[in-house]
């Protein structure tokens, strides 16, 4: 056979297009001695697929599934956290566990009652309005400034209403001379 029609037989095959007779020419020319060198590479692909045809694939082991998931676990079980670090974390736990326990004792045992500072509930009726009331005034006082704010505000918005009102006026007047400036560009075009 030709090497162009070797090529185009690899060509078919390596798309899954060649049949079971372009297959065995293949094999068979591939098998032999008088290959191209630019087929090499291919020659021992070729040889390789022969080989491992005249041994036949094994079928693995009943029991082939089941070995490798325990070959996974163990290899995982060694990867996590080594035994003398893993000791370590342990402990780690243990100690921060009795440190939060000993500081939730002394803060919750240790801290002081809370007592009402008035017998008479009148009496803390009247202090709570007379804090109330002070904090009220000195809140008025605060936003007495805030006046200010709202009237130069209210200023600012009236100009800004002006300026957009003459705005409109000009570009109203404005298009009368637009349309003159192209009716006379118009005209000065058809003289020439």
């Keep these: 056979?030709?090497?162009?029609?070797?090529?185009?037989?690899?060509?078919?095959?390596y798309d899954g297009n060649s049949t079971i007779e372009e297959e065995r020419l293949l094999k068979e020319y591939f098998g032999g001695t008088d290959v191209p060198e630019e087929l090499f590479e291919e020659q021992k692909i070729f040889r390789c697929y022969s080989e491992i045809s005249d041994k036949g694939i094994p079928e693995p082991s009943a029991d082939f599934e089941k070995r490798i998931y325990e070959a996974i676990d163990r290899e995982?079980?060694?990867?996590l956290i080594p035994p003398r670090r893993r000791f370590f974390v342990i402990l780690s736990?243990?100690?921060?566990t009795l440190l939060i326990l000993a500081a939730a004792y002394f803060f919750f045992e240790r801290r002081p009652d809370i007592r009402d500072t008035y017998n008479d509930p009148e009496v803390a009726y009247a202090e709570a309005m007379k804090i109330l009331h002070s904090v009220s005034s000195r809140m008025n006082e605060g936003t007495k400034a805030l006046g200010q704010l709202?009237?130069?505000?209210?200023?600012t918005g009236r100009t800004l209403y002006a300026?957009?009102?003459s705005t409109s006026?000009?570009?109203?007047?404005?298009?009368?001379?637009?349309?003159?400036?192209?009716?006379?560009?118009?005209s000065e075009k058809t003289r020439e």
């Design 1 to 13: 056979m030709k090497p162009v029609e070797i090529i185009q037989l690899l060509t078919k095959y």
């Design 76 to 79: 995982e079980k060694r990867s």
């Design 93 to 96: 736990g243990v100690a921060a």
């Design 150 to 155: 709202t009237a130069l505000q209210e200023e």
């Design 163 to 165: 300026v957009g009102k």
């Design 169 to 186: 006026l000009l570009e109203d007047n404005i298009k009368p001379l637009e349309i003159i400036f192209k009716t006379l560009g118009n």
